[in-house]
Each structure stands twice: as structure tokens, then as C-alpha cells.
């Protein structure tokens, strides 16, 4: 896999390798800019595509390979 850069994450496809309650699609709709201009970027808000559900991750869990795939498989 390539290495994930924070800023180019942004509506970014991802697969849950392991979906829950048929969401298994989703899209990094927001990349959480941290309080401090100077902080690195630390969190994105990814969105189901099926149920528009939204929940806020750690960008660098994107890159385990057990639980994300990039793209949509």
C-alpha cells in the first residue's frame, strides 16, 4: 500500500474489510484540522455511503490492512 498522506485523504473511498449492519463503504467527508495550526492532522470523519452514518477515526487506523481496504472492492 502506499503511504497515506492526512491532507490528500479527503473523499477518500475506503472498504471495511469486516462490514457491520451492511456499511461497508464509506468516505472520509471531513479531515479534522487540530486546534493548534502547527499540531499535525490526527483524525477524519468518515461517512457511510449506505446509511450516511458518520464517525470520527484516527487517519492512520486507515492504513491497517486487516480492517481497511482503500478504494471500493
Known amino acids: 500500500m502506499n503511504p497515506l498522506n492526512p ?3 479527503l473523499l477518500s473511498k475506503w472498504t471495511a474489510v469486516t462490514p457491520v449492519a451492511k456499511q461497508k463503504h464509506f468516505l472520509v467527508s471531513r479531515v479534522i ?3 493548534m495550526p502547527t499540531d499535525p492532522i490526527e483524525l477524519v470523519e ?3 455511503v449506505f446509511s450516511k452514518a458518520t464517525q470520527v477515526i484516527a487517519w492512520r487506523d486507515l ?3 486487516e480492517v ?3 478504494g471500493w472492492v
Open 33 to 35: 484540522k487540530p486546534e
Open 63 to 65: 492504513q491497517d490492512a
Open 7 to 9: 491532507k490528500k485523504l
Open 68 to 70: 481497511w481496504r482503500q
Open 46 to 48: 468518515i461517512e457511510s
